[in-house]
């Protein structure tokens, strides 16, 4: 078929219900603060952060029949999203992520993402069927996968010879999954994106710094590896040419939900640009910060 997109975005795409408030929260607290409904999940932020960097995204995700996800298909095509291998499973409701985030950062948040582990691999369909590609002809291109995926799945695909050729850029959903990473981490297309925790579940002990993390889990059998850690350092690791770090720009931290997912979409864009390792980390750091600072209203 005719490509009608530069990248794969494949996992959560839901709506965020993100609280926010500039007073400290503990539990039992109600304070005021500003309550916003966006498209998000991270197959939907990396696919919004990708298209501000002139990159058109495709979606495989579920989506509901339901109302909520009449609106939120809607609202994807409108951002200028390939929605058409989208999976809507009939009886099963849109996926929804809600957070509360106070001035020293996330506070709690529960992601229902039932609905999309529900549907397991009828998502990756197009992948299978010669829509997109096949075990025969597999997909070359670059894919953004997301660990709200289950183990199973993501242990499957790790195998799957229609991924086998793919420029699988890969991040785990929270640091409680992370975990469910493990089986991608030796795929040779792979490039994991994780932060610093996430890092030590994947690797099973604690790191210092995002140096010493790129490090532990290319020993650990990682083919790629880049690890942020807030608003110190980042590293990107590869098996072929070792470790390097760039620093994160100082801003004031007025959001975080969403701030891996711009970072990993930034840093795929600048590498489909043809940027340099060292530059295109830069330009990804240099972007999350600017998303944090919340003068990124995207």
Known sequence: MTMT????CIGSVLWDVIGRTQHAMRIGSDEPGRITRLPGGVAMNIAMTAQRFDLRPALLTAIGRDAEGEELLAECGARGMVTRFVHRPSGLPTDVYMAIEGPQGLVA???DAHSLEAAGDAILTPLEDGTLGSSKAPYTGVIALDGNLTLALLTDIARRPSFAAADLRVAPASPGKARRLAPLMA???????VNREEAGYLANQSFDNALEAAEGLLAAGANRV?????GSFAADGSKSRGVI???????RVRRITGAGDTFMAAHIAAEI???APADALTHAQETAAHYVSGEDDT
């Open 5 to 8: 997109h530069d990248i794969l």
């Open 109 to 111: 948040a529960i992601a």
């Open 187 to 193: 795929h040779p297309g792979a490039t994991l994106y």
């Open 226 to 230: 880049l690890v942020t850690d807030g």
């Open 245 to 251: 770090q760039t620093p994160c720009p100082a801003v």
């Open 273 to 275: 640009a043809g940027k």
